[in-house]
């Protein structure tokens, strides 16, 4: 069940390279198992974050004062295309980011950070690279603010940019709701629709019960 | 009766809304859940935690691929491989989910059994916590990737909550030339529309050429839809769609396979459809193609040459560039052509399938492999693997000098441990070169599996075309 998302006013680190992939955000080996949550933060941009020796690589902004504190990444077109891998956004997570501003995403990771609790924000390039230069301009000191209830971006010099959100994703956000406890309050029509689906479209429809044995058919 | 001008995308979108959600979103019903090793026994548990049953076993469907070994005995599958094989079978068998375990006809990369096994159908809706789920678009279905999260849901009320993509048609037009294949298309595609063309679209492939591949080029063409950033991809059914599914195991079979193929005949997008976009490639001006640098849209014509940062004035583009060119170990200008490499992988959901592994071994055929590189081919599934023996493509390539694997996703994502090592050079069948995909600092050139072989014979990226016979 995802936290709930209301204001946040916090450091932002710009990672302003275009189409970060969710494999730069986390290597696929530290997905491997069914124990990894929590265990993911340190290892998130990896392949940036660290240099081939394993110590940290003094260039790569997270690893500087003061964006390790960064709760916000003002990002770069495409970020998180790729993989569906939702350890991406766990691992964003994990090391603290609450939100995400970029005038694009991958349609998948962009879904996925509502499902954690991370706001991801839509808005053109040009004021995605002013909050940029901003952030720069103040060494990272100048904070950016969002809140979620008036869709209001501040900027550290309190230039205010409006975002659009998909209402039934701001709600979700604003109440941290669960997705198929909601969906399950209308269980009933589903199965309406299943059982008028299977009139209609028989060859989908499988038998129920019975673990199936062999492959066949027996719709 | 159909309303006029409704595209493929609508028709099928139209057929699974239970309920709307809001303007431009609803709750989609799922036809087809797909589950591997790497997210499914987790996806299974989180399930039995909230003390919540699996909606639709009998519509879930089970297989390892991921994180399993592709060496002969599944040998070296690490031990949290292992787990999570362990794992995928007491969850599937407690819940009545149909697994196709190692060595079971069934078993492969789940985008390649899909269609094999007929689970994957026109108008069908299949999600999988996968992002290559759009390959089964080849087949006319509405195919997607989806997160853990969402896995989860579907697990529970065999539905999902989608919001209404946009559309894009994209027209392959001409006839293909000689040496080129599907994956040569849809590269040249990304190149010239960039990897973030497709995002918030689901793609439409139509055009000449579509109509002319087959069912195995078309799955290749929908696989890499997500590399142009577009979740779904799809082509209409047409004969050949037919002909493929029909016979196959969990394809409706006699009277039913009559009723469906009739539905699916009215699935076409309408003439007077209106897409949001639309894209048109002439096919007869596209040779074969190879990735240069860490996106999929960073691709050229063989005969081409590496891009030089120092001709680009546009300050991002540039620094994107020498970027890429960094982490590749490649000369600004230089010609990709005779660039050395390491390794080569026959393999992936993008191409790994009978057709693909023919067509490599038609270059392997009577030649070796270089000295200098080493070469797998990894088969798709059991049964691409067992009809390649029985075609006795498996002696052609061990005859080369290839290394002949157990089917799997293997040095595609590296989730198993088979990696290229640090600074090495690869050419990959698959879909993503990615910084760090085949492994850390390994180099990944994407080409076809023709491609792929012809660079494994010379021991350098090479023009397939000079190669033939």
Not at chain 2, 193 to 201: D, E, F, I, L, R
Not at chain 2, 310 to 332: F, N, Q
Not at chain 2, 450 to 462: F, H
């Amino acid at each position: 069940m995802p936290k709930p998302f209301n204001t946040l006013t916090a450091i932002a680190a710009p990672i302003m390279r275009g189409n970060i992939d969710t494999d730069v955000i986390i290597r696929i080996e530290r997905l491997v198992g069914n124990s990894i949550r929590g265990t993911l933060g340190k290892w998130a941009f990896g392949a940036l974050r660290y240099l081939p020796d394993g110590s940290e690589n003094p260039e790569f902004i997270l690893n500087r004062e003061p964006y390790r504190q960064a709760e916000i990444l003002i990002t770069g077109p495409n970020f998180g295309c790729g993989s569906s891998r939702e350890g991406a956004v766990w691992s964003l997570q994990e090391m603290g980011i609450r939100a995400v501003i970029g005038s694009s995403f991958g349609d998948i990771f962009f879904a996925n950070c509502f499902q954690n609790g991370i706001l991801p924000i839509i808005v053109d390039k040009e004021i995605v690279d002013g909050l940029a230069a901003e952030v720069q301009q103040t060494q990272g000191a100048g904070r950016i603010s969002i809140d979620l209830q008036q869709q209001t971006i501040i900027s550290p010099s309190g230039q205010r940019h409006d975002f659009a959100i998909d209402p039934r994703r701001r709600v979700g956000l604003l109440e941290g709701l669960d997705e198929v406890a909601q969906t399950l309050q209308r269980d009933d029509e589903i199965r309406a629709f299943q059982a008028a689906d299977r009139a209609e479209r028989p060859w989908i429809h499988f038998a129920k019960k019975a673990a199936r044995k062999t492959a066949g058919n027996n719709a | 009766m159909q309303t006029p001008g409704r595209t493929l995308l609508a028709k099928i979108w139209d057929q699974h809304v239970i309920f709307r959600v809001s303007d431009d979103t609803d709750l989609l019903h799922v036809d087809r859940h797909l589950l591997h090793d790497l997210g499914g026994s987790r996806g299974l548990l989180d399930l039995k935690n909230r003390n919540l049953p699996v909606h639709d076993p009998e519509l879930t469907f089970a297989t390892p691929d991921h994180a399993i070994s592709t060496a002969r005995g599944r040998a070296g599958t690490s031990k949290v491989g292992q787990e999570l094989l362990a794992g995928l079978r007491t969850e599937t068998s407690a819940t009545g989910i149909r697994m196709f375990d190692i060595d079971e006809p069934g078993q492969g990369i789940v985008h390649v059994i899909g269609p094999e096994l007929g689970l994957s159908l026109p108008g069908c809706l299949i999600v999988c916590g996968d992002s290559h789920t759009c390959t089964h678009g080849g087949l006319a279905a509405l195919a997607f990737g989806i997160g853990s999260s969402e896995l989860t849901h579907v697990l529970a009320t065999q539905a999902l909550i989608q919001r209404r993509p946009k559309t894009m048609r994209v027209r392959f037009e001409g006839r293909v030339p000689t040496g080129v294949t599907a994956k040569d298309l849809i590269l040249a595609l990304i190149g010239h529309v960039g990897a973030a063309a497709g995002t918030g679209y689901a793609v439409e492939y139509a055009g000449s050429a579509i109509r002319d591949l087959p069912v195995e080029g078309r799955l290749t063409i929908c696989n890499l839809s997500i590399e142009l950033g577009a979740k779904m991809g799809l082509i209409a059914p047409d004969e050949k769609t037919f002909e493929y599914l029909r016979g196959r195991a969990y394809a409706p079979q006699g009277e039913m396979w009559e009723q469906a193929v009739a539905a699916w005949r009215k699935l076409p997008s309408d003439p007077d459809a209106v897409f949001d976009r639309e894209v048109v490639i002439d096919v007869e001006k596209i040779i074969p193609q190879v990735t240069w640098g860490i996106s999929p849209e960073h691709v050229i014509g063989v005969d081409g040459r590496v891009p030089d940062p120092s001709e680009v004035a546009d300050p991002a583009r540039r620094a994107a560039i020498e970027t890429a060119l960094d982490y590749m170990g490649l000369v600004a200008g230089a010609p990709i052509a005779g660039t050395p490499v390491d390794w080569v992988f026959i393999g992936s959901c993008t191409n790994s399938r009978l057709s693909d592994l023919r067509a490599a071994a038609e270059i392997a055929r009577g030649r070796k492999v270089a000295s200098s590189v080493r070469a797998w081919v990894v088969p798709g599934s059991e049964t691409v693997k067992r009809n390649a023996v029985a075609e006795g493509l498996d002696k052609v390539f061990t005859d080369a000098g290839f290394e002949w694997r157990e089917p799997g996703c293997s040095m595609c994502l590296a989730a198993n441990g088979e990696t290229v090592a640090p600074g090495q050079r690869s050419v990959s069948t698959s879909n993503r070169n990615f910084v760090g995909r085949q492994g850390p600092r390994a180099r990944t050139h994407l080409a076809s599996p023709a491609s792929a072989a012809a660079a494994a014979i010379a021991g350098a990226i090479a023009d397939v075309r000079t190669m033939g016979r």
